[in-house]
């Protein structure tokens, strides 16, 4: 009867504390290899803001597109660069959800979850109240069963919490590029096209020219 | 019936985002005055005579929190909360897309009355079309010199950051989205102090949602008496309302403040699809007390919905019809509020987790008509016990759905439960209505 996957144990979360360990402290910069790139986008970041350590979302999004998710050697390279704790940058990493705390390997394989790859292409099924109402969820386990038949790797898949676009539910959003309105029918069009890493769902994107909801005449939206 | 636009009233000019389209159309004329002819006094005397009240939710005036702010010289900010996450409204994302230079002038305007110098634009995570957007009309108006050192020639400066969130609803909460522009946890903080006194870095800070900054503008350019005149009472001017759920033709409609519920519902958007009827709608996004079909015929002011128990909100109405159980769009929604609770007050973080558990109950059939009543009290153990008001946000809508469709559930956890029994009778329930529901099933 239960319909639910039982929830996750968070990662980190059963294993015993290490006492014999020694608190991490903030990084000596001379200790850490960061990529040039990845120095200079905190950097620039730290620069913005009156105060360097408003740059811990922007940073810790940067090392994220670097190394797939927010790993140990992410946050201690930029714990490095903004010379704070990884304990602090911990704390934050885990409160935002487009922050991962969690290698995205193959999700269905045997291998799940151990090596994590660069950048996975993340695709948030947005199945909140609005999009609930118009059969959101049917899009979504439509989309997962399709990843699990076609072996889709390397991608961020999930249900999410409301993504401000009700006007197009359901909807999902593929690495920030909103598409929809979807029906189930259009579940094996958006895999093979992730797959294929091609563009997915073309013209149906809310930033495509001349976008327009099927139901709109001249409405922009 | 039509829509009454002015700010969105460009919104079909395809380069609207460029700042050359932006001013041939009108675009920092505002600004420009306000800079060059007007005291900022003047610039807030006239925002609050505008009536202008604030679009995020709470609908406070905004000339009065801008007024707030202290005088004198010390760093103040100004915030633009862009974190639109509140579900059913998607109306910034609209106005940040399209014209993001009236954000902009909103903004230089908004800095102005309060006597920041440092602006930034609070926007979630997930807009990252609509963040990059944002980023280069922040490029063109640095260029033209509309932001920086001396706008427009004045001895006016005006830093502007966009800023981006990282996927979190709580950050729309006014002092979580200061903590997270802070570079920590998006956790509110306790009140007072306010932010006006101590906010951003503990300076004075001012924070608006974007469709409060961006009419800023034209209230500047034609005068708070010419706004005003828009809109019924206290409601003053126009409202972009987000209608979704089930309607024929869901979307962003900008009508005057005061027209009815069932114009915008049924007019503009095509009231729910054929043969279906309104059960009940948010008439401010989901944290909005339900309201039932006979409310339709209200005005929509801020006044009216909360005379009707609800409250206006974002502005975001979310229809619901007929065909549809109301339990699992309670359990949806109790979902959303606790996957967003950041768990700082215990009433919030245990109160949507045991709501979601007793409606996973209610629904798997394993609940008891006792399950209700506490359901019904948990969300009265949590209104007005937190230091911010998401809690309420679940506990509001969810007490107004039991409040006003009670037989629904009772049915739902009797039906539920005979199903779990493979049809052995429960409760007061005849044979064949029973039996009718056993075979249509679980919700």
Known sequence: ?221 | MSELKFLTANLHEPLLHEIETYERLGGYKAARKALIEMAPEEVLEELEASGLRGRGGAGFSMGKKAGFIPKGSMDKYLCCNADESEPGTFKDRLLMQRNPHLLIEGCIIGSLAAGANKAFIFIRGEYETQAKILDAAVVEAYDKGYLGAGIFGSDFDLELVVHRGQGAYICGEESALLDALEGKRGNPRLKPPFPANQGLYQGPTLINNVETLCNAPAIIEKGADWFSAMGEGKSTGTKVVSVSGNVQRPGNYEIELGVTVREIVEGLAGGPPEGRTVKCFFPGGSSAPVLTADALDLPYTFEAMAEAGSMLGSGAIIVVDDSQPLVPLALRLAEFYRHESCGKCVPCREGTNWTVKMLERIDDGEATPMDLHIMSEVQANIIGNCLCVLGDSMAMPIGSMIKHFREEFETHIDEARAHRNGGVAVGEHDAGELAAATAAGPQ
Do not use: N
């Open chain 1, 1 to 221: 009867m239960s319909r639910r996957d039982p929830r996750k144990v968070p990662l980190g979360w059963d294993e015993a504390v290490d006492l014999e360990r020694d608190p991490a402290v903030v990084p000596d910069p001379a200790d850490v290899d960061v990529p040039p790139a990845l120095r200079t986008s905190i950097d620039a970041a730290m620069q913005r803001y009156p105060d360097s350590r408003s740059a811990t979302l922007p940073a810790l999004a940067a090392a994220q597109e670097v190394h797939g998710w927010c790993s140990p050697e992410a946050i201690h390279q930029v714990a490095a660069v903004m010379q704070v704790t990884p304990a602090y940058l911990s704390s934050v990493a885990t409160f935002y959800d487009m922050l991962r705390t969690e290698p995205i390997g193959d999700p269905f394989g045997e291998a799940a979850g151990s090596a994590g790859c660069a950048r996975p292409t993340y695709v948030y099924v947005c199945t909140s109240v609005a999009c609930h109402l118009r059969a959101a969820k049917d899009v979504y386990d439509a989309i997962t069963e399709e990843a699990r038949d076609q072996g889709l790797e390397g991608v961020d898949l999930r249900e999410f919490e409301c993504l401000g676009a009700c006007d197009m539910a359901p909807m999902a959003s593929v690495d920030g590029r909103y598409v929809g309105p979807l029906t189930t029918d259009d579940a094996r069009e958006l895999v093979t096209a992730i797959k294929e890493r091609r563009e997915v769902l073309p013209g149906r994107g809310l930033a495509d020219p001349g976008y327009r909801l099927p139901w709109a005449e001249e409405r922009p939206v």
